[in-house]
Nanobody, 125 residues
């Protein structure tokens, strides 16, 4: 599966952005698909992920209530709606997917074999 993300950009604090990630083929029901991010000088961190079949969602505490992950099954696309952006949200956002994610470890990047090239989000204060 190849993933292609889009929607990054430069915004001011408090603004909104929506990231999109489209898979090159149909996403199976066992897949988890979502987002990680890596800020300059920091390690990659979990942002949000969705179980493709159940649509159950999981969020990092730092984005809960501000970010929303959703999907379009017909388009094999997952979205990340980011509202109330803060300067600390500045990072490269990576789309990730896998069909063999262990539920207790879904926040770990090592669970995902498929990664997109990343979309830069810059939030100015």
């Amino acid at each position: 599966v190849q993933l292609q993300a889009s929607g990054g950009g430069l915004v001011q604090a408090g603004d909104s952005l929506r990231l999109s990630c489209t898979a090159s083929r149909r996403i199976g029901s066992r897949f988890f698909m979502g987002w990680f991010r890596q800020a300059p000088g920091r390690e990659r961190e979990f942002v949000a992920v969705m179980n493709w079949n159940s649509r159950h969602t999981y969020y990092a505490d730092s984005v809960k209530g501000r970010f929303t992950i959703s999907r379009d099954g017909r388009e094999n696309t997952v979205y990340l709606q980011m509202n109330g952006l803060k300067p600390e949200d500045t990072a490269v956002y990576y789309c990730a997917a896998d069909s063999s994610v262990i539920l207790s470890q879904l926040r770990e990047g090592s669970q995902y074999d498929y990664w997109g090239p990343g979309a830069l989000v810059t939030v100015s204060s």
